[in-house]
Nanobody, 114 residues
Framework: QVQLVESGGGLVQAGGSLRLSCSAS????????MNWYRQAPGKEREWVAS???????DYADSVKGRFIISRDNAKNTVNLQMNSLKPEDTAVYYC????????WGQGTQVTVSS
């Protein structure tokens, strides 16, 4: 069974940093592109960043230069280092992979106070 479990969310002041992690199981992790999405209150879910294997990356313009996505294929984890956080980064952050179908984690809340 494919499973994604996010962790690392929390409350942080503007300008601060948080590191999110996503632990994956049930599939050959190193073979798949891993993605982070987020959904702010009242808004649609939006793509944040992707990482291929071994390590090609891509970012939404809104987070480019502030967020860093990385992966550890030995530990089946994908991370999102979020720096210089802004109140508009407040959202539930989701890990996502497409393995036969689209799989989402349960999400982790990130709240950035001004």
């Amino acid at each position: 069974q494919v499973q994604l479990v996010e962790s690392g969310g929390g409350l942080v002041q503007a300008g601060g940093s948080l590191r999110l992690s996503c632990s994956a199981s049930g599939f050959s992790f190193s073979d798949y592109v891993m993605n982070w999405y987020r959904q702010a209150p009242g808004k649609e879910r939006e793509w944040v960043a992707s990482i291929g294997s071994p390590s090609s990356t891509d970012y939404a313009d809104s987070v480019k230069g502030r967020f860093i996505i990385s992966r550890d294929n030995a530990k089946n984890t994908v991370n999102l280092q979020m720096n210089s956080l802004k109140p508009e980064d407040t959202a539930v952050y989701y890990c996502q992979v497409s393995v036969y179908s689209t799989i989402w984690g349960q999400g982790t809340q990130v709240t950035v106070s001004s």
